[in-house]
């Protein structure tokens, strides 16, 4: 490339939240590039997400970016045309034991202060939503009607479509490789294909958040865990909503099911301790660890055969709650790291939000988010439902 071609902003990362950034971005009228260093979009932790949507979260940040989420998935095939297979089946966290009982009861108060639609319902209630968990025991739980699910390939590719016909430009199989900064900000990218100018840069890129900082010499607390996750043969329709049971064991903090709008039932669960690194090979411990307690919480799905399995990344901050915002160091350089494993329900409000930021027409509401997401926080806790 001889000359830098000069964009207005440049997205790193073609992901959960860099596709649906670049598409407001866009919309906008803002010239938008993004680079990606894999093939076609959403093919990095993007197609490891089992594809759960919901605002259900203890973080009010979180709350109020995902409910924009489930705002844009829900409309989109009436807006575009185009099936993200949306389903609004809802999300359920079971309580067994008073310990889960209190932690859900407690956080019902801020979640329905934020404008969440979530109820406590008692075991016969519970069991009326979702017949087939384990009576034994059972306390009751919270279930969120409005939360659901949809395919995190095809969302990627439809806001990547969307992002192209609204104007925005994509580098596949491109790596970034520095950034070229001037007098303190911005000035442009550089991949091992050449160079691009641009004013704003935006770190969308996932597990790989951190290296792409360091390029601007910022140090982000962001590092990835692995999680497994798996999919069934498809069955006929028996459960609406996400189950959620987030009893601890020495092994797993919690695990979570659904059925998918084409019949597999998908699982994942968080192991405990953490597995931190870049490894994504699956291991034989993880569907013996899964099906035990999963079978335990739903007997029926003793007998479902699994398809496949597979490990995925989280880029965790040490709060659970993202990193946004612009860096203090570097003009220019805007954070959007650190999704904890939920970029896929996170990532088409704060793309949403970056756009007004970028165009300097935040609201109140955004203002507010960002001040929460604020890279330069005080780290405090941990979020209640990671």
Not at 66 to 75: A, K, N, Q, Y
Not at 120 to 140: A, E, R, S
Request: proline residues 6%; hydrophobic residues 40%.
């Amino acid at each position: 490339m001889s000359a830098a071609k000069s964009f207005d902003v440049i997205v790193v990362g073609a992901g959960s939240v860099g596709a649906p950034t670049a598409l407001f971005l866009a919309q906008e009228g803002i010239r938008t590039l993004v680079i990606d260093k894999f093939a076609s979009p959403g093919q990095g932790s993007n197609k490891e997400a089992i594809g759960g949507l919901r605002a259900t979260h203890s973080d009010p940040a979180k709350i109020r970016i995902c409910l924009r989420s489930l705002e844009i998935f829900g409309s989109w095939e009436e807006r575009h045309g185009r099936s993200l297979e949306w389903r609004k089946g809802g999300y359920s966290f079971a309580a067994y034991t008073e310990r889960e009982e209190a932690t859900l009861k407690d956080l019902l108060v801020a979640q329905q202060r934020f404008g969440l639609n979530i109820h406590w319902l008692d075991k016969k209630q519970l069991l009326d939503v979702i017949p087939d968990l384990n009576p034994d025991g059972l306390i009751g739980g919270t279930y969120s009607p409005d939360d659901g699910h949809a395919s995190p390939l095809l969302a990627a590719n439809a806001f990547y479509d969307e992002a192209t016909r609204a104007g925005a430009e994509f580098r596949f199989r491109e790596n970034v490789t520095g950034l070229v900064i001037e007098g303190g900000r911005v000035r442009g990218v550089k991949t091992d294909e050449g160079e691009y100018g641009a004013e704003v840069v935006i770190d969308a890129a996932g597990p790989w958040g951190a290296e792409v900082a360091r390029l601007a010499g910022l140090d982000v607390p962001v590092r990835p865990d692995s999680h497994e996750g798996a999919v069934t043969e498809p069955v006929a329709r028996f459960l609406e909503p996400m189950v959620v049971d987030i009893h601890p064991t020495d092994t797993s903090a919690n695990y979570y099911f659904y059925q998918h709008a084409t019949g597999q039932i998908i699982f994942c669960i968080t192991p405990q301790p953490s597995i931190w690194g870049f490894d994504t090979r699956e291991t034989s411990a993880f569907l013996p660890m899964v099906a035990r307690r999963m079978v335990r919480i739903m007997p029926r799905l003793k007998n479902l055969r699994v398809r496949r399995t597979w490990r995925g990344l989280y880029p965790m901050t040490p709060d659970g709650a993202p990193l946004v915002g612009w860096a203090r160091e570097v003009e220019g350089f805007l954070l959007a790291v650190g999704m904890c494993g939920q970029g896929f329900m996170i990532g088409p409000g704060l793309g949403e939000m970056l756009a007004h930021l970028v165009k300097g027409n935040l609201s109140a509401k955004d203002r507010e988010i960002l001040e929460l997401l604020s890279p330069y926080r005080e780290f405090k806790g941990m979020e209640k439902l990671k």
